[in-house]
């Protein structure tokens, strides 16, 4: 139970720091959103509700017309992803859409539609 409220804690640590540039966003509903990334995979874990992951986001767009994107070049995203990850994913390239949701559970990244782009990234800095 201790390392799924840390998860939950670093989850939401991340976001709100990510975005604190903007208190009506910290504090307000969350826009409609949905980024489309790549990224580097940092690392993979349990997580409540599914898969873990930990992505250094190298680049991200909206994934579709009328949502924001709220990923950022340079920041890590924690999140969680309710369908299988593909094996041994850590220090691998990878595109994936990316949400982020606060709801009485908390603040988290739900992470879909993972896909590999490379077989290993290059060293982190």
């Known amino acids: 139970m201790r390392s799924v409220r840390l998860f939950l804690a670093v989850a939401t640590a991340v976001a709100v720091a990510a975005h604190a540039a903007d208190p009506g966003y910290t504090s307000g509903p969350v826009p409609r ?14 997580a409540p509700g599914g898969y873990g992951l930990t992505v250094r ?23 969680v992803s309710a369908s299988p990850l593909p094996a041994a994913l850590e220090q691998k390239r990878i595109e ?15 992470v879909s539609g993972v896909r590999v782009l490379t077989k290993a990234a290059e060293p982190a800095r």
Request: hydrophobic fraction near 40%.
């Open 96 to 110: 994936a859409t990316v949400r982020f949701t606060r709801d009485a559970e908390g603040e988290r990244w739900l």
């Open 57 to 79: 986001v190298v680049t991200a767009a909206p994934a579709s017309r009328g949502e924001e994107s709220l990923a950022v070049g340079g920041m890590v995203i924690q999140g």
């Open 33 to 46: 959103n949905a980024s489309r990334i790549t990224g580097v995979v940092l690392d993979t874990s349990g």
